[in-house]
């Protein structure tokens, strides 16, 4: 049996002019644990997406994510604001 590798992406996305959230840490193994424990440490929400999350890890770190990834991003950042809403 293969044994899955962790992976983990994390996004930025400020309505600032930028046209598409952007992928500001991506890894495997024990750097998406540390992805993980940061992003819990600082109360950042993590959605959980296999398939998304191996397609977004091919990206660049810097880059925005490509208009094909868009719809299946914006459903994550609206599932996101609306935790904030509700626990703010």
Do not use: C
Request: hydrophobic letters at 45%; aromatic letters at 6%.
């Amino acid at each position: 049996m293969k044994k899955s590798i962790k992976l983990a992406v994390a996004l930025k996305y400020e309505d600032d002019g930028t046209e598409a959230p952007v992928v500001i840490a991506s890894g495997r193994g024990e750097i998406a644990e540390k992805i993980l424990q940061i992003a819990q440490m600082e109360k950042v929400p993590v959605h959980q997406d296999g398939s998304l999350v191996q397609v977004l890890a091919e990206l660049e770190v810097d880059t925005e994510i490509p208009p094909e990834l868009y719809q299946a991003v914006a459903q994550i950042i609206a599932f996101v604001w609306q935790l904030d809403q509700k626990y703010s």
